[in-house]
């Protein structure tokens, strides 16, 4: 049976990441009832092959008269345009993508498998192992639940051992579970980047936004100290090292900035790190800023790391000194550096439509494609969506 609906909620943009959320829980949803109509009635009528709902068939006729009037040099322009075209969504090389890139729908970019961190020897030469394992779930105890404003809350697990590391690098993530019925035989999953530094020993912290109706973080709500909740990792996610890279730009939304979080700590941490960090945050209100006092300090005392804050529904307060609205060209040109740096990540974390824009202003300032990871299961497609299908993708570590 197909379910159809049209309504508000809809946004053309996300077009690929929408037909797949809508295409596996067996919807077709269009931007009207009007649309959604003719899209059942064509599709009954005449089978699916025929449908043209956004007219996507050109009218030859239409396009030959329209060409007759254009000179000469504008011909010229539009050929080259759509010889760039052409060439971006043409099929993809194979020596381009490694065996690995694109075949994990959680971790797209991978270029070979995710990394589990060894031991860590510290300072003082004593050796710490690594509590998780990417190939199945351990409880870990919650320690402490700190709240951070209404909507959201910093929640502390114990490792197994003092001294044990949680096993991932910075900018991993791991996976948590927590059983739906009493047998524990069905349980809900889901994905959360660890924000305390990978060399805080004993701990694995994770900042949760709480959804209206979210199966996970309504119940970590009901979390009281003392509660088991079962850790597997780590899953994918970038693999940062210390000097891996020259530069990183972490472009953030609200509770997408916890792997930039845990990145910019590690990179705090050590001193002998020399890799530069320039982060953009937006959020909707001042409070949904996460650690902002802390992140304001590294930024104040350490050169290596620069923060800008946008508040995109617009700051109520005049004392307020960050930016306003989403973030925009002209905050990626003043607070990130350049496409031409080599040796330079982009990060992005956060809701599709800001991945979108942000992707498509970087795309218009010729950062390339492989400059730019993505977080989430849906990173690859959203690339591809504004760097053509033959985009090249990044790897989930700084390869030169
Ligand atoms: C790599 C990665 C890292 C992540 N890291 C973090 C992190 O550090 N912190 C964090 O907070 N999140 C993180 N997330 C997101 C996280 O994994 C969960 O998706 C998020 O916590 C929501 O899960 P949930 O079970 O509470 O909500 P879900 O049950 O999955 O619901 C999601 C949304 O759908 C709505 N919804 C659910 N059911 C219905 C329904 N029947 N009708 C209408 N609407 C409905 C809910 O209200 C909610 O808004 C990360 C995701 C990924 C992929």
């Known amino acids: 049976m197909m379910q159809a609906c049209g309504g508000a909620g809809f946004k053309r943009d996300l077009g690929v990441e929408r037909l797949l959320r809508d295409g596996r829980a067996g919807w077709v949803m269009g931007p009207s009832n009007e649309v959604i109509k003719q899209f059942v009635g064509k599709s ?4 699916v092959e025929c449908l043209d709902i956004w007219s996507q068939s050109a009218n030859r006729r239409t396009l030959n008269a329209e060409l007759l009037k254009l000179k000469d040099e504008e011909k010229l322009e539009i ?9 971006m969504n043409g099929p993809l090389e194979k020596s381009d993508s490694s065996s690995y890139q694109d075949t994990e729908f959680d971790n797209p970019f991978n270029t070979r498998p995710s990394v589990s961190r060894g031991p860590i020897t510290d300072v003082n030469g004593t050796e710490h192992l690594a509590a998780l394992s990417p190939d199945c779930f351990f409880p870990l105890k919650l320690l402490s639940v700190i709240p951070m404003g209404d909507k959201q809350a910093e929640f502390q697990f114990a490792l197994p051992q003092a001294s044990q590391h949680t096993g991932c690098l910075p900018g991993q993530y791991v996976q948590v579970r927590v059983p739906l019925d009493k047998d524990g035989e069905k349980y809900c999953q889901r994905y959360f980047s660890p ?6 020993f004993g701990r694995i912290d994770l900042v949760m936004k709480f959804e209206s109706h979210g199966q996970l973080s309504q119940r970590f709500k009901a979390l009281t100290p003392g509660d088991l909740v079962e850790f597997r990792g780590p899953c994918g996610g970038f693999e940062y090292e210390s000097n891996s890279v020259k530069h990183i730009s972490l472009v953030a939304s609200g509770s997408g900035a916890t792997p930039c979080i845990q990145i910019v700590r590690d990179i705090m941490a050590d001193p002998g790190d020399q890799t530069s960090v320039s982060m953009l945050y937006s959020a909707e209100t001042e409070s949904e800023f996460m650690f902002k006092s802390e992140l304001d300090d590294h930024s104040a005392r350490d050169e290596r790391f620069r923060v800008f804050y946008t508040l995109s529904k617009g700051a109520g307060q005049e004392t307020w000194q960050g930016g306003e609205g989403h973030i925009d060209k002209d905050m990626i040109s003043n607070h990130l550096v350049g496409p031409q740096v080599l040796e330079h990540k982009v990060l992005l974390c956060g809701g ?12 218009q300032m010729e950062y390339s494609s492989h400059q730019i990871f993505v977080y989430g299961p849906f990173g690859a497609e959203l690339v591809r969506a504004v760097f053509g299908r033959n985009a090249r993708l990044s790897s989930h570590r700084f390869e030169r």
């Open 79 to 87: 050929a080259q345009q759509l010889m760039r075209e052409v060439e």
């Open 352 to 363: 599709p439509t800001m991945i979108v824009s942000v992707m498509r202003i970087l795309f």
């Open 195 to 200: 924000v305390n530094a990978t060399t805080e």
């Open 44 to 47: 009954s009528l005449f089978g």
